[in-house]
């Protein structure tokens, strides 16, 4: 039971990661291509969806509170029951969508602070011309 309680969280994890990553195509691939205006802002684009599937499932699938379910030495598992199950799913798609939103927020900022510091030099270079 527990075998399928990790497979399961982990293909959620996966799952709303891909959603999170589809929802957030568009923009992140404006931002970086106004960043950077180069090929090389193709290969950001990949490895930010790449830290939004490592930080999605890391975060949904919590195999240190999963470890509650196997029998230990020291203390009884607790049994998987219907309602563990849907509290196990639920806080795996809340994990899941948390560290995501921690990564986003702060690719954001930085995206933003690296926009206004790109706006400030094109404003120089039209005054300069």
Do not use: C, H
């Not at 404006?30 to 790449?50: P, T």
């Amino acid at each position: 039971m527990f075998i399928t309680l990790l497979i399961t969280t982990f293909l959620i994890s996966v799952i709303v990661s891909s959603l999170v990553v589809r929802l957030f195509n568009n923009p992140i691939e404006r931002i970086l291509n106004r960043l950077i205006e180069d090929s090389i802002s193709d290969a950001w684009i990949k490895y930010l969806k790449f830290a939004i599937y490592v930080v999605g499932i890391s975060s949904g699938v919590r195999v240190w509170q999963l470890s509650k379910y196997i029998d230990t030495t020291e203390v009884k598992a607790i049994e998987l029951t219907y309602n563990n199950w849907v509290l196990e799913i639920y806080s795996n798609i809340i994990g899941t969508l948390q560290g995501i939103a921690w990564l986003l927020l702060v690719f954001f900022i930085f995206a933003l602070i690296a926009y206004v510091i790109l706006r400030i030099s094109e404003q120089k270079n039209n005054r300069k011309k």
